[in-house]
């Protein structure tokens, strides 16, 4: 008897040209290795683990942050039929989909057009400028804003890790030229692509870009900040 294998559709958009990346993935290919889907461009790709516990890791490059975002979703759902999609956490823009192929086109379409209308609002022509690669460097005034954001994040609780998943308070962080030395769970570090935000105790951490107006208006959507 001949088993049909499991499969579906995997897609994500790349940040640097802004291509669809779209291929199938099966199960038996996906227990045995690691799975990347490359861009065409050469300068994304999405890599695709099957774990032990009926997961799938997935580490998605993101059209609005400078680094990869990491997901671990059930096989059940990775396989399903169904469209399923992964988000941004700091935007409202899909940045992964699986699922049936048509579908999967269909979302990855509507989702093109999304960031075309985005881009156009704030005045910005090319994808690769969504990662640091215009002209001009970081704003300190959007740097001011981000840290004014992340500050009133920490003062509120609303700052998460893997040894806090409660978001318990901490002493709120000041901005600063480095790293910053405080007396409390979390420091904020500057550097050339945004601010890197850590936690003392268990490592955890989230870069913020401040590299471009798109990128600190994605992050002040939203509410709390989840360090990985």
Do not use: W
Not at 164 to 174: F, K, L, M, Q
Request: with cysteine; aromatic share 6%; hydrophobic share 35%.
């Amino acid at each position: 008897m001949i088993l049909n294998e499991k499969r579906t559709t995997v897609a994500y958009r790349c940040p640097h040209c802004g291509g669809g990346v779209l291929s199938a993935v099966g199960l038996f290919k996906l227990s045995a290795d690691l799975v990347k889907l490359k861009c065409t461009c050469g300068q994304s790709h999405l890599e695709i683990f099957y774990n032990r516990d009926n997961t799938v890791r997935l580490r998605v490059p993101c059209m609005i942050c400078a680094t990869p975002h990491n997901f671990t979703v059930s096989t059940g759902v990775f396989f399903s039929d169904e469209l399923f999609v992964l988000p941004c956490p700091y935007s409202d823009i899909n940045i992964c989909f699986t699922g049936e192929m048509n579908l999967v086109k269909a979302e990855l379409a509507r989702t093109e057009l999304m960031l075309i209308d985005l881009l156009e609002e704030h005045g910005i022509s090319d994808f690769s400028a969504l990662h640091g690669q215009e002209e001009t460097l970081s704003d300190p005034q959007i740097r001011d804003i981000v840290m004014f954001v992340i500050n009133d994040m920490d003062e509120e609780g609303k700052i998460y890790c893997r040894c806090h998943p409660e978001g318990s308070a901490a002493e709120p962080i000041s901005d600063g030229d480095r790293t910053e030395d405080i007396p409390g769970r979390y420091e904020a570090e500057i550097t050339k692509d945004g601010i890197l935000v850590s936690c003392r105790e268990c490592g955890a951490s989230r870069l913020i870009p401040t590299d471009s107006s798109l990128s600190a208006h994605a992050f002040l959507n939203s509410d709390s900040l989840k360090l990985e």
